[in-house]
């Protein structure tokens, strides 16, 4: 059997513990489930234990047959060695909603519990079935923050969620939340790369106790990560320009959701634990010209909740 990498761990606010490295497994086309819940029993052999999942995504039921199939071959003892997030979906985000999709999505994986369910976007859609490919803009309503986070906060007391937390919120939305959560979010996932550092929202957040997990950790939409600077260093270090990039994410105290479903670059992905970037390097890093890969361009409409851009973001891209 291969040798497995271990992944560090952090606690988060809630007080449950979360590997900083993390499989995702949003991908278009979606692969045949047997095949899907083949690579990922592999990423768990490789030495995955946090797999990022969600309504959305179409993969909740893989990733549940891998962790059963992972249990029966002994590649792992049990269900609470692998850290689970999941993410409530905009047509499911009203308050009386959200109990019934974690149910939803518990059904799909197979599971008790989730160890982490997020709010996708702070967004609402009219509820009922969801086409990413027929989507209309004014299906957009406003987001009812206060009710769906307190369904949120239910959901973690009944215990289907061990921590809750949050997906694309600004600093401004995340300031508004903790100020009405009972219970605050654990986690706030964002697109966070050399290429969009997000320095103003790490510093909040860890000022807040929020935990920053980074998805498109090597960017998004063409997003110029991968720079001569990145290149240089990946070269003096004899690393991969991807391993340079994730290692980066990881030094700023981030998580960091990864997806690759080749084997060696499963691998690779892994192997950042055991150096480090200079002071130099990241001086140099701070240099990559910065442009956000997605910025929710498909949630504005003229006449819904968001009419711009900067209204989702709150101006801070």
């Known amino acids: 059997m291969m040798e497995v990498v271990h992944v560090p761990e952090i606690v988060l606010n809630s007080g449950y513990k979360m590997p900083v490295l993390g499989m995702g497994t949003a991908t278009y086309p979606i692969p045949r489930i047997d095949e899907f819940t083949s690579i990922l029993v592999d990423a768990i052999e490789t030495g995955y234990r946090h797999f990022d999942t969600a309504a959305l995504y179409d993969s909740e039921e893989a990733l549940g047959r891998a962790v059963a199939e992972a249990?029966?071959?002994?590649?792992?003892?049990?269900?609470?060695?692998?850290?689970?997030?999941?993410?409530?979906?905009?047509?499911?985000?009203?308050?009386?909603?959200?109990?019934?999709?974690?149910?939803?999505?518990?059904?799909?994986?197979?599971?008790?519990?989730?160890?982490?369910?997020?709010?996708?976007?702070?967004?609402?859609m009219k509820p009922g079935p969801f086409d990413f490919f027929n989507f209309k803009k004014e299906d957009v309503v406003p987001f009812d923050m206060k009710g769906v986070w307190k369904a949120m906060e239910e959901c973690c007391n009944l215990g289907l969620?061990?921590?809750?937390?949050?997906?694309?919120?600004?600093?401004?939305?995340?300031s508004q939340l903790l100020q009405i959560a009972t219970t605050p979010p654990?986690?706030?996932?964002?697109?966070?790369?050399?290429?969009?550092?997000?320095?103003?929202?790490?510093?909040?957040?860890?000022?807040?106790?929020?935990?920053?997990?980074?998805y498109s950790p090597l960017g998004s939409n063409g997003a110029s990560w991968n720079s001569p600077i990145i290149n240089d260093i990946a070269t003096s270090k004899q690393k991969t320009i991807p391993q340079v990039a994730l290692r980066w994410i990881y030094e700023q105290g981030a998580s960091v959701i990864v997806k690759s479903f080749n084997k060696e670059r499963m691998k690779q992905n892994l192997e950042v634990f055991d150096w480090e970037?200079?002071?130099?390097?990241?001086?140099?890093?701070?240099?990559?010209?910065?442009?956000?890969?997605?910025?929710?361009?498909?949630?504005i409409h003229p006449n819904g909740p968001y009419k711009s851009v900067d209204e989702i973001w709150d101006e801070e891209i």
Request: charged residues 25%; aromatic residues 8%.
């Open 161 to 174: 969620a061990k921590s809750i937390g949050v997906s694309n919120f600004s600093c401004t939305k995340l």
């Open 71 to 124: 249990i029966e071959r002994g590649i792992i003892k049990s269900r609470q060695e692998v850290f689970i997030a999941s993410k409530l979906w905009c047509n499911d985000a009203h308050p009386q909603l959200v109990l019934p999709a974690l149910k939803s999505t518990l059904g799909k994986l197979g599971l008790d519990f989730a160890d982490l369910y997020l709010i996708h976007w702070p967004v609402s």
């Open 186 to 214: 654990a986690v706030n996932q964002v697109e966070m790369n050399v290429a969009w550092q997000q320095q103003k929202l790490l510093e909040f957040c860890k000022e807040k106790g929020v935990h920053v997990s980074a």
């Open 277 to 299: 970037l200079s002071t130099e390097d990241k001086i140099r890093i701070r240099d990559i010209p910065q442009r956000k890969g997605y910025n929710g361009e498909m949630f």
